[in-house]
């Protein structure tokens, strides 16, 4: 396993005197694989945050939501979640094509509780996880490289109010499209089939007739 910490990090630690304190923080915390405690928390979660590279260097921190079990741990090593429909621009999924190292970030907002994993992902297109995930485009296979309980200290707390009403839900049918779909500037570079579907779901909006929903919580 690489060093947890790079020079970087050390030269912080030696200025606040925290290098003994990071080293056994490490030491105590640190795991290269899954727990059982670790799992029955990864598998409780109804959304994660999910960090990858860009081409540029720059990272990308994506929000990923689902129903509770939506991320699964395969094995000790290994987790899977689904990709879902979202806005074309695949800026994860696209950064993992050509930097497979990922950072994910789990957050439990009502007790609190929080835990970060580091590993590398992969996406395969024929993968036979996706029709366990109803709604599932593709699925993301994740080796877990390590995985540590982070203080909660500066967590605010947070109750869960309702679930998304998007969310992919075997036996439930999902809004036909989301409202942003329906943007009268998009219309000519949306698939034939979504165009069908917004003249379904009431045909198209102004980008600030979308704003007015998005600020009443109806998008």
């Given amino acids: ?6 020079s970087q990090h050390r030269l912080l630690q030696q200025e606040f005197e925290t290098t003994a304190l990071a080293d056994r923080v490490e ?6 694989e899954v727990s059982a405690e670790h799992k029955a928390f990864i598998e409780s979660r109804d959304m994660f945050f999910l960090t990858t590279v860009d081409h540029r260097g720059y990272p990308t921190c994506s929000y ?13 090593k290994t987790l899977a979640f689904p990709s879902y429909d979202g806005n074309g621009m695949f800026l994860s999924l696209g950064n993992i094509q050509a930097n497979n190292k990922i950072g994910m970030l789990l957050i439990d907002f009502e007790t609190p509780h929080r835990v970060r994993i580091h590993g ?7 993968d036979p996880l996706t029709g366990e995930f109803p709604g599932a485009s593709l699925i993301v296979r994740v080796a877990v490289t390590e995985i540590f ?7 605010h707390k947070y109750q869960q109010v309702e679930t998304s009403k998007y969310t992919p839900q075997a036996g439930f049918e ?8 329906r943007i009268d500037a998009i219309q000519d570079v949306l698939p034939a089939q979504e165009r069908a579907r917004v003249r379904q779901q009431g045909g198209t909006i102004t980008p600030e007739q979308y704003g007015e929903l998005v600020m009443k919580g109806e998008a």
């Fill in 149 to 155: 309980v982070n203080c909660p200290r500066y967590i």
């Fill in 174 to 181: 999902t809004p036909l499209t989301p409202q942003w779909k």
């Fill in 120 to 126: 590398t992902a992969g996406i395969d297109k024929q």
């Fill in 27 to 32: 030491e105590l915390i640190v795991l290269p």
């Fill in 64 to 76: 990923k939501g689902g129903s509770p079990g939506f991320l699964k741990v395969l094995d000790e």
């Fill in 1 to 6: 396993m690489n060093p947890l910490y790079g």
